[in-house]
């Protein structure tokens, strides 16, 4: 179910609730005492905070009873494990278990980015600490085989069985989002990264990694476009049942004759009166600069001084902090174009300015050039960007916070539009109260130049603001087209039904005079309302709610890939084949939980 905010507080939230027809469904019933679900098949406690939390044990753990199938079969299943009959799949062998430990294993080292050579160390590890606490186990380790070879293929099986699942779950997806990201990547090569957002029956929402696309060998639109087009059939998503498309800024995506957004609009022809919805603003934020400031070479600058504080004064006390943090997102190895990105991110670059008179001291002390500090132009530039990369923050970190749909995703950027033109006002007013950083230049600077002299030329970046008031008008239009169908979705009891499209003002009306599902509105999340909104009722505004609600509403798992990159960028950056980075990164990003059972029994999804 989606985790969207609640409209007010319940004293029992329904959604948290254990219900009857979850017993048939997933074989759970609710336990004597306490929360949760008992699983009827391994007697163990889920700890639920919702069906999908039930739904997901279930199918990592005993999707081999969806065989049974009809009504009959489920009840007469219930009632034997009730009875405390066995399950009838077979209990795994010593050798199975074994073998289950190994891949736990060989996700955990993918998870973490090890290289496939570390599997042996952590099986020296688990060998001593057994011998010296349970001395009469160590046998056991014989059995469990971490060798780069098993781990390599291990993890391959784990991406498989993954990908079986979402291709699974996609063919019930009544509407589907691509999103685009060809900016993440910091490795040998380049790659595109395609990840779907898909909504089922149920109006639950999946956002997954539907595949890798390698730009080295897909140079041409056209053949990107093949690539997608074949991995959309692979999937079983048909063109028709696109909703939207969300990309990053650059030319091979959003070029207006040549750029993939427009192939994949003349492809994805819909029979319904929506065309595809794109929009190019969540994913790299960040990235959004302009001509009218030098934004890389700043960055470049910045990006040396991190070089040497790294190498020569790292235990310095005053770039503690900032070691600590560089670290966390990248390990000690530095990538240059890994630290780039990382810099651009509003918090680093307004840390890194904290410390810009420590950092002018140490450069001094090791001989190295300091002539930036000495140039005022390049220093209001400085703390300019440092202002403008925080306000792009603070957006983005709103659009980071996912389940909440486009709707409120719309209204973020909204707001900050409001904000760009607050902004720019100030600017031609030479008030810089929302300009921290870039005051505190100028105030530095006015100490040591003559009365005479100016300053700084704010004329310049009244003209950065202006840009980017554009390029966030035209990376979100197609949004505002939509704004209509949005505002319907998040207030679908307060949108007059006059300024409703002619084809649901009936519907409309009919919700809006329903007392009891006012009700249900005031109190449910905005998905389980629309879950259970009557689909024989309201056909229409039940439709419109999939298409909205298979939007991207933020760019969390786009950040989640790159936050891996960053984090084991020298592994990466190793040759690996394509099928292994794959894995790796679906393993990385997924939200489903793998099929240990098949997984050691060597079942497919057709052959339980």
């Known amino acids: 179910m989606w985790m969207t905010p609640k409209r007010s507080k319940m004293e029992i939230d329904e959604s948290r609730a254990f219900r009857a027809e ?39 753990e005993h999707e081999y009873y969806e065989r049974y199938v009809t009504e009959d079969e489920r009840a ?23 073998a289950r430990a190994g891949l736990g294993l060989a996700r955990l080292l993918a998870l973490k980015g090890c290289g496939w050579g570390e599997g042996d160390f952590v099986h020296r590890c688990m060998a001593v600490m057994l011998r010296d606490v349970l001395p009469d186990h160590v046998g056991i380790m014989d059995g469990i085989d971490l060798s780069p070879e098993t781990t390599r293929q ?51 929402v999946h956002e997954e990694l539907l595949t890798i696309i390698n730009l080295t060998h897909h140079f041409s639109v056209g053949a990107l476009m093949a690539a997608i087009l074949e991995a959309l059939q692979t999937a079983g998503l048909s063109l028709q049942r696109m909703v939207g498309l969300t990309t990053t800024h650059t030319l091979r995506m959003i070029g207006e004759n040549s750029g993939l957004v427009s192939y994949m609009r003349e492809k994805a022809v819909s029979p319904n009166c929506w065309n595809v919805i794109h929009y190019s603003g969540f994913l790299h934020l960040e ?30 006390p005053e770039f503690q902090a900032l070691l600590t943090e560089s670290e966390s997102e990248h390990g000690e190895r530095v990538n240059g174009r890994c630290l780039n990105n990382w810099l651009r991110k509003g918090k680093t670059l307004k840390l890194i300015f904290s410390l810009r008179k420590e950092i002018e001291t140490f450069l001094v002390s090791i001989g190295a050039t300091t002539v930036h500090f000495t140039d005022k132009e390049w220093l209001c530039d400085f703390g300019f960007l440092v202002d403008i ?15 909440v749909f486009a709707a409120a995703a719309f209204d973020h950027i909204c707001a ?10 100030q600017v031609e007013e030479k008030n810089l109260t929302n300009f921290a950083a870039l005051s505190q230049v100028v105030d530095e600077l006015k100490e040591n130049l003559q009365e005479d002299e100016k300053v700084l030329d704010l004329e310049r970046y009244r003209g950065v603001i202006c840009r980017l008031q554009k390029e966030f008008e035209r990376h979100f239009k197609d949004l505002k087209f939509i704004k209509k169908d949005l505002e319907l979705f998040a207030n679908p009891f307060s949108f007059k039904p006059e300024y409703a499209p002619i084809s649901v003002r009936v519907e409309l009306t009919k919700l809006q005079a329903n007392a009891n599902l006012w009700e249900e509105y005031r109190t449910k999340d905005l998905g389980q309302f629309y879950a259970g909104l009557p689909a024989e009722s309201f056909p229409i ?67 339980p």
Not at 37 to 58: F, I, N, P, W
Not at 171 to 179: E, G, N, T
Not at 416 to 425: A, G, H, I, S
């Open 287 to 316: 990235l959004l600069s302009s001509y009218d400031v030098d934004v890389n070479q700043i960055i470049n600058a910045v990006s040396e001084w991190i070089v040497l504080i790294k190498t020569r004064g790292v235990r310095r």
């Open 154 to 204: 291990r993890v391959l099986d784990i991406h498989q069985n993954l990908r079986s699942q979402l291709f699974n779950r996609a063919k019930d997806f009544r509407a589907y989002s691509l999103a685009l990201d060809d900016q993440a990547f910091v490795a040998y090569e380049n790659y595109l990264l395609v990840f779907v957002r898909g909504v089922g029956h149920n109006l639950e």
């Open 76 to 98: 007469a299943l219930v009632e034997r494990l009730r009875r405390g009959g066995l399950p009838e799949a077979a209990p795994l062998t010593p050798e199975q278990r074994i």
């Open 416 to 425: 900050f539009e409001v904000k760009l033109n607050l902004l720019q006002r």
């Open 389 to 403: 990369m925080d306000h792009l923050r603070e957006i983005s970190e709103l659009l980071r916070v996912n389940r």
């Open 541 to 607: 505004i039940k439709g419109v709610a999939c298409k909205v609600a298979s939007l991207f509403d933020s760019s969390k798992i786009c950040e989640k890939a790159f936050s891996y990159l960053t984090r084991n960028q020298h592994t990466l950056s190793q040759p690996l084949t394509d099928e292994h980075l794959h894995a790796l990164f679906r393993i990385a990003t997924t939200e489903i939980e793998p099929r240990w059972d098949d997984l050691v029994r060597g079942r497919n999804e057709t052959n």
């Open 22 to 60: 979850w017993t048939q469904r997933y074989l759970v019933v609710e336990p004597p005492e306490g929360e949760g679900a008992l699983c009827l098949v391994c007697r163990r406690l889920v700890a639920a905070t919702g069906e999908s939390d039930v739904k997901q044990h279930y199918e990592a």
